[in-house]
């Protein structure tokens, strides 16, 4: 399973970005797809995943952020609005499996994407 995120870029506050993730190799039914996003010397933390159809997000982006797929495309999108200073960080896709009270722990996705920057900028 390969996946490819895209969408990255410079974003004035309050603006908003799409982050793509393609899949290759596996449709990406068979997963639970995932978001996460490391800033530097830090942990790579969660921000959204869905899981069975449905979404889940941290409290932090909850309301600003929407995460869906397009099966036929094989790809999972997720679209940032109202987008803050603290939003600044790499954003990495990632796909796995496991019970729901490890949606947000990185140790249940054993397939990751490359990672793409997202600057917003005050």
């Known amino acids: 399973v390969q996946l490819q995120a895209s969408g990255g870029g410079l974003v004035q506050a309050g603006g908003s970005l799409r982050l793509s993730c393609a899949v290759s190799?596996?449709?990406?039914?068979?997963?639970?797809m995932g978001w996460f996003r490391q800033a530097p010397g830090k942990e790579r933390d969660f921000v959204s995943a869905?899981?069975?159809?449905?979404?889940y997000y941290a409290d932090s982006v909850k309301g600003r952020f929407v995460i869906s797929r397009d099966s036929a495309l094989n790809t999972v999108y997720l679209q940032m609005n109202s987008l803050e200073v603290e939003d600044t960080v790499v954003y990495y896709c990632?796909?796995?499996?496991?019970?729901?009270?490890?949606?947000?722990?990185?140790?249940?996705?054993?397939?990751w994407g490359q990672g793409t920057q997202v600057t917003v900028s005050s």
């Open positions: 990632t796909a796995g499996q496991g019970v729901i009270s490890s949606i947000r722990t990185t140790v249940t996705y054993p397939y």
């Open positions: 869905l899981s069975g159809g449905s979404p």
């Open positions: 190799g596996r449709s990406i039914r068979s997963y639970r």
